[in-house]
Protein backbone atom coordinates (compact mmCIF):
# COMPACT_ATOMS: atom_id res chain seq x y z
CA UNK A 1 0.00 0.00 0.00
CA UNK A 2 1.08 3.77 -0.20
CA UNK A 3 2.03 6.35 -2.77
CA UNK A 4 5.44 7.13 -4.37
CA UNK A 5 5.80 10.59 -6.09
CA UNK A 6 9.66 11.55 -7.33
CA UNK A 7 10.25 14.50 -8.93
CA UNK A 8 14.12 15.16 -8.91
CA UNK A 9 15.03 16.83 -12.25
CA UNK A 10 17.67 13.91 -13.63
CA UNK A 11 17.10 10.22 -12.61
CA UNK A 12 13.96 9.82 -12.49
CA UNK A 13 13.28 6.78 -14.72
CA UNK A 14 16.63 4.90 -13.41
CA UNK A 15 15.75 5.68 -9.82
CA UNK A 16 12.04 4.73 -10.80
CA UNK A 17 13.19 1.29 -12.38
CA UNK A 18 15.07 0.20 -9.27
CA UNK A 19 12.29 0.94 -6.75
CA UNK A 20 10.19 -1.62 -8.74
CA UNK A 21 12.96 -3.91 -9.77
CA UNK A 22 13.42 -4.29 -5.88
CA UNK A 23 9.99 -4.75 -5.05
CA UNK A 24 8.57 -1.73 -4.30
CA UNK A 25 4.70 -1.64 -5.49
CA UNK A 26 3.09 1.05 -3.98
CA UNK A 27 -0.64 1.48 -5.18
CA UNK A 28 -0.13 4.78 -6.63
CA UNK A 29 3.48 6.14 -8.16
CA UNK A 30 3.72 9.74 -9.38
CA UNK A 31 6.45 10.46 -11.58
CA UNK A 32 7.28 13.31 -13.33
CA UNK A 33 7.65 13.13 -16.82
CA UNK A 34 9.44 15.28 -19.36
CA UNK A 35 7.16 16.48 -22.48
CA UNK A 36 10.03 17.86 -24.40
CA UNK A 37 10.73 14.58 -24.77
CA UNK A 38 7.20 14.36 -27.06
CA UNK A 39 6.41 10.63 -27.88
CA UNK A 40 9.66 9.13 -27.66
CA UNK A 41 10.33 6.34 -25.42
CA UNK A 42 13.67 7.63 -24.16
CA UNK A 43 15.65 8.86 -20.72
CA UNK A 44 18.50 10.45 -20.37
CA UNK A 45 21.00 8.30 -19.18
CA UNK A 46 22.45 7.31 -15.71
CA UNK A 47 24.74 10.44 -14.32
CA UNK A 48 25.51 10.47 -10.54
CA UNK A 49 24.69 14.08 -9.50
CA UNK A 50 23.01 15.15 -12.19
CA UNK A 51 22.23 18.73 -13.01
CA UNK A 52 19.97 19.37 -15.81
CA UNK A 53 21.55 22.95 -16.41
CA UNK A 54 24.68 21.70 -16.42
CA UNK A 55 23.69 19.06 -19.13
CA UNK A 56 22.20 21.80 -21.51
CA UNK A 57 21.71 25.89 -20.72
CA UNK A 58 17.87 25.60 -21.42
CA UNK A 59 17.24 22.95 -18.64
CA UNK A 60 15.22 20.76 -21.39
CA UNK A 61 17.39 17.89 -21.01
CA UNK A 62 16.47 15.52 -18.12
CA UNK A 63 14.16 13.30 -16.77
CA UNK A 64 12.30 10.40 -18.85
CA UNK A 65 9.14 10.63 -21.73
CA UNK A 66 5.81 10.01 -20.66
CA UNK A 67 6.00 6.96 -22.95
CA UNK A 68 9.23 5.40 -21.66
CA UNK A 69 7.21 5.48 -18.11
CA UNK A 70 4.20 4.15 -19.64
CA UNK A 71 6.85 1.16 -20.99
CA UNK A 72 8.15 0.45 -17.53
CA UNK A 73 5.49 0.63 -15.52
CA UNK A 74 3.35 -1.66 -17.78
CA UNK A 75 5.95 -4.16 -16.78
CA UNK A 76 5.04 -3.77 -13.48
CA UNK A 77 1.49 -3.98 -13.80
CA UNK A 78 0.66 -0.41 -13.70
CA UNK A 79 -1.73 1.61 -15.45
CA UNK A 80 -2.16 5.25 -16.72
CA UNK A 81 -4.86 7.13 -14.92
CA UNK A 82 -3.95 10.75 -14.94
CA UNK A 83 -1.72 13.67 -15.87
CA UNK A 84 -1.15 17.12 -14.70
CA UNK A 85 0.21 20.38 -16.18
CA UNK A 86 1.81 17.82 -18.77
CA UNK A 87 4.65 17.44 -15.93
CA UNK A 88 3.06 14.83 -13.35
CA UNK A 89 1.94 11.39 -14.24
CA UNK A 90 0.01 8.90 -11.97
CA UNK A 91 0.15 5.48 -12.12
CA UNK A 92 -2.05 3.25 -10.49
CA UNK A 93 -1.08 -0.49 -9.64
CA UNK A 94 -3.49 -2.57 -11.47
CA UNK A 95 -4.62 -4.42 -8.14
CA UNK A 96 -5.67 -1.08 -6.93
CA UNK A 97 -6.66 0.18 -10.18
CA UNK A 98 -9.07 -3.44 -10.59
CA UNK A 99 -10.53 -2.50 -7.07
CA UNK A 100 -11.72 0.94 -7.76
CA UNK A 101 -13.24 0.90 -11.21
CA UNK A 102 -10.80 3.68 -12.88
CA UNK A 103 -10.02 4.38 -16.21
CA UNK A 104 -6.80 3.89 -17.64
CA UNK A 105 -5.42 6.53 -20.54
CA UNK A 106 -3.15 5.68 -23.64
CA UNK A 107 -0.65 7.96 -24.26
CA UNK A 108 -2.44 10.06 -26.72
CA UNK A 109 -5.05 10.20 -24.30
CA UNK A 110 -2.67 11.43 -21.21
CA UNK A 111 0.00 13.35 -23.00
CA UNK A 112 -0.04 17.12 -22.61
CA UNK A 113 2.97 19.58 -23.41
CA UNK A 114 4.58 21.11 -19.89
CA UNK A 115 1.53 24.66 -19.40
CA UNK A 116 4.65 26.41 -17.50
CA UNK A 117 7.35 25.49 -19.28
CA UNK A 118 5.78 26.42 -22.77
CA UNK A 119 5.03 29.89 -21.20
CA UNK A 120 8.72 30.31 -19.89
CA UNK A 121 9.83 29.47 -22.51
CA UNK A 122 8.08 31.07 -25.05
CA UNK A 123 7.73 27.73 -27.28
CA UNK A 124 6.44 24.03 -27.85
CA UNK A 125 7.60 20.73 -27.07
CA UNK A 126 8.24 20.05 -30.46
CA UNK A 127 10.70 23.51 -30.68
CA UNK A 128 12.04 22.36 -27.62
CA UNK A 129 12.88 19.06 -28.68
CA UNK A 130 14.86 20.40 -31.36
CA UNK A 131 17.24 22.06 -28.60
CA UNK A 132 18.04 18.81 -26.96
CA UNK A 133 17.78 16.30 -29.73
CA UNK A 134 21.25 15.99 -30.39
CA UNK A 135 22.14 14.85 -26.83
CA UNK A 136 22.59 11.30 -26.04
CA UNK A 137 19.43 9.75 -25.12
CA UNK A 138 18.58 5.89 -23.88
CA UNK A 139 15.73 4.50 -25.73
CA UNK A 140 13.70 1.89 -23.40
Not at 26 to 32: A, K, L, Y
Not at 83 to 100: L, Q, Y
Request: glycine share 6%.
Amino acid sequence: YGCISLDIDGNDYWITKKILENGNFPDIFIVEYNASFLNFPITVPYKENFDRFEMHKSGLYHGASLMAFIKLFKKYNYKLIKTVGGVNAFFINSNFFNKNNLKELSFKQGYKEGFLRNKWSNSNAKHQYNQIKNLPFDKV
